[in-house]
């Protein structure tokens, strides 16, 4: 059992390296199904998230072999059939967009019902929808989805409401489908332009990715291609509200400012100073001793990101006067805020809205991380607290972040992992 122990009260200045987009990578890595070929991914995230993707396609056959840190070379030629192993997909939520890759390569596939942070229901119906407007038929038994084919052909597909994931699966499914398929209410995230320029790196014939409307025309195949993942934009945020937190004053690299404008836009509201650099690929955050309350509702893109939510509504746990954070996305987003009020908070939640009262500062306490990004804000609460924070369940962190101690280090926080031995700790109570 690894834990985080964080000694608060240190801003954190310097800079620091934005690795490579999560949601973007674990989509990209079953696409390379498609190519049957050799792909080569570069400023891949070093995250378990994407080991258990990998380790998913070298579970069917495919050969992987990492050149560097970041890079890595892919060969799915050798992949044979289209099931994917229970204990492998029950870890992520990523697992799904196995289906849509396996289904358009092989017109066959056998997933699991994916796994990942436990955030409320999130159904697949939108992905079955889709799959079965392209000619499949879909049998759920035993927690297993089996989809199967004679045929993939091109239509019009509607979602009932937006879905990055059945949005992904649609991209996937309907790459080598017969003629042409228009995907409507689409979702518009970064990590959905990402794939769709990866696959037509690969060949396929995609427009509109980044609209609500998005056009694939049908290729008979696919080839093997290298390409670079973008940079993550929930990391790069927060790294922003850690550095607004504590009052420091950093720099990030590897970022595209366009992907951060709505986590932008709501730190300078509170009194952050954001400076982009005319380069287009560095941000300064400088934070400050005062914020001020804003409110916050979460939308899909271009709105404010759900994944950046806990992070932010931990800065507001700090600002003067009161905030309102409504969820959208997500049933049981707040699970969180039980910690924070260890830490001091006062939030009450009421379904999906969080009245925050802002308090004059955080204390350290023993904490727990439910999710990925509360485990973050967690950090974030941990880094801008007085006295010593000691957070659990980290491995939920690790699951969507590189090195995230290493790189609180190098901007001067007290922060270091150990490992607790929870037997000998039994043996000695």
Same mark, same amino acid.
């Given at each position: 059992?690894?834990?985080?122990?964080?000694?608060?009260?240190?801003?954190?200045?310097?800079?620091?390296?934005?690795?490579? =987009?999560k949601n973007a990578a674990v989509a990209i890595i079953p696409a390379a199904i498609l190519a049957a070929d050799k792909c080569i991914l570069d400023n891949v995230p070093s995250i378990s998230d994407v080991n258990v993707a990998l380790e998913i396609l070298a579970d069917m056959g495919a050969s992987i072999r990492r050149l560097n840190k970041s890079k890595i070379e892919i060969d799915?030629?050798?992949?044979? *059939?289209?099931?994917?192993?229970?204990? %492998?997909?029950?870890?992520? !939520?990523?697992? /799904?967009?196995?289906?849509?890759? &396996?289904?358009? !390569?092989?017109?066959? =596939?056998?997933?699991?019902?994916?796994?990942?942070?436990? &955030?409320? /229901?999130?159904? @697949?119906?939108?992905?079955?929808?889709?799959?079965?407007?392209l000619g499949a038929v879909? *049998?759920?038994?035993?927690?297993?989805?089996? +989809?199967? =084919?004679?045929?993939?052909? $091109?239509?019009?597909?509607?979602?009932?409401?937006?879905?990055?994931?059945?949005?992904?699966?649609? &991209? %996937? =499914?309907?790459a080598m489908a017969e003629g042409l398929t228009i995907i409507e209410n689409a979702a518009k995230e970064p990590h959905i332009v990402d794939l769709a320029n990866f696959l037509?790196?690969?060949?396929?014939?995609?427009?509109?990715?980044?609209?609500d409307v998005i056009k694939v025309k049908g290729v008979q195949r696919l080839h093997g291609t290298e390409y670079s993942v973008i940079p993550d934009q929930i990391e790069a945020?927060?790294?922003?509200?850690?550095?607004?937190?504590?009052?420091?004053? @950093?720099?990030?690299?590897?970022?595209?400012?366009?992907?951060? #404008?709505?986590?932008?836009?709501?730190?300078?509201?509170?009194?952050?100073?954001? #400076? +982009?650099?005319?380069?287009?690929?560095?941000? !300064?955050? @400088?934070?400050?001793?005062?914020?001020?309350?804003?409110? @916050?509702?979460?939308?899909?893109?271009? $709105?404010?990101?759900?994944?950046?939510?806990?992070?932010?509504?931990? %800065?507001?746990?700090i600002a003067s006067g009161t905030s309102m954070v409504t969820e959208s996305i997500f049933d049981t987003r707040?699970?969180?805020?039980? #910690?924070?009020r260890r830490m001091g908070a006062d939030i009450t939640v009421d379904s999906r809205v969080a009245v925050?009262?802002?308090?004059?500062?955080?204390?350290?306490?023993?904490?727990?991380?439910?999710?990925?990004r509360a485990g973050a804000a967690l950090i974030i609460a941990g880094l801008a607290a007085q006295g010593t924070t000691e957070i659990e369940d980290i491995y939920h962190i690790e699951r969507g972040y590189e090195n995230m101690e290493i790189k609180l280090r190098n901007l001067g926080a007290d922060i270091?992992? !150990?490992?607790?031995?929870?037997?000998?700790?039994?043996?000695?109570?």
């Open positions: 059992m690894d834990k985080f122990i964080i000694n608060g009260g240190t801003p954190l200045r310097g800079e620091v390296q934005i690795s490579g =987009a799915t030629s050798c992949i044979l *059939d289209g099931r994917v192993s229970h204990d %492998l997909a029950r870890s992520t !939520r990523g697992s /799904s967009y196995f289906l849509g890759a &396996l289904l358009g !390569r092989f017109k066959k =596939a056998q997933v699991p019902l994916p796994g990942g942070c436990d &955030l409320g /229901s999130r159904p @697949i119906d939108q992905h079955i929808k889709c799959f079965e407007a879909t *049998d759920l038994q035993h927690g297993i989805v089996d +989809i199967r =084919a004679d045929k993939l052909i $091109g239509t019009q597909i509607f979602f009932d409401k937006v879905t990055v994931g059945g949005t992904i699966n649609a &991209l %996937l =499914a309907c037509n790196s690969m060949g396929a014939d995609i427009m509109g990715a980044g609209t945020g927060t790294f922003m509200v850690a550095a607004a937190a504590t009052g420091g004053d @950093i720099t990030l690299t590897n970022v595209i400012p366009k992907h951060l #404008e709505p986590i932008t836009a709501k730190l300078r509201k509170m009194g952050v100073t954001v #400076e +982009i650099a005319k380069d287009n690929d560095n941000v !300064r955050v @400088i934070g400050t001793s005062r914020y001020e309350a804003t409110d @916050i509702k979460t939308a899909p893109h271009p $709105g404010f990101p759900t994944d950046m939510q806990p992070q932010m509504t931990t %800065l507001l746990t707040f699970k969180y805020v039980d #910690e924070l925050v009262k802002g308090v004059p500062n955080l204390t350290g306490a023993p904490v727990k991380a439910c999710d990925l270091v992992k !150990r490992q607790f031995d929870e037997e000998k700790l039994r043996k000695a109570l």
